[in-house]
Nanobody, 123 residues
Framework: QVKLEESGGGLVQAGGSLRLSCVMS????????MGWFRRAPGQEREFVAT????????YYGDSVRGRVTISRDNDRNTVYLQMNDLLPEDTAIYFC????????????????WGQGTQVTVSS
């Protein structure tokens, strides 16, 4: 059974940076597409980024493209989300997700989800 655990969230001022981490346990992450999503208060879950098995393909949501970078370390079973130039509208719970097949921006393509980590950006 796959377990995903996010960390690295917190309170940061606008313009600041955070790096989120997500550790997979129970399976070898090298066999999974990994993604990040977020949900702001009162809003639907939004795609942030995804990365393929070998890190050769990444894809970003329009609202974060150019400000975030997704990466992974299969030896550590960990996927990262580096977020720079944070804006108050980036405030959300950020979720890590895994898919054993090809996946992109639709949350229905992912099978397993973490509990999320809160990111709050103050203006």
């Amino acid at each position: 059974q796959v377990k995903l655990e996010e960390s690295g969230g917190g309170l940061v001022q606008a313009g600041g940076s955070l790096r989120l981490s997500c550790v997979m346990s129970g399976r070898n992450m090298k066999n999974y597409y990994m993604g990040w999503f977020r949900r702001a208060p009162g809003q639907e879950r939004e795609f942030v980024a995804t990365i393929n098995w070998s890190s050769t393909t990444t894809y970003y949501g329009d609202s974060v493209r150019g400000r975030v970078t997704i990466s992974r370390d299969n030896d550590r079973n960990t996927v990262y989300l580096q977020m720079n130039d944070l804006l108050p509208e980036d405030t959300a719970i950020y979720f890590c997700a895994a898919s054993s097949r090809w996946a992109s921006s639709r949350d229905s393509e992912y099978d397993d989800w973490g509990q999320g980590t809160q990111v709050t950006v103050s203006s």
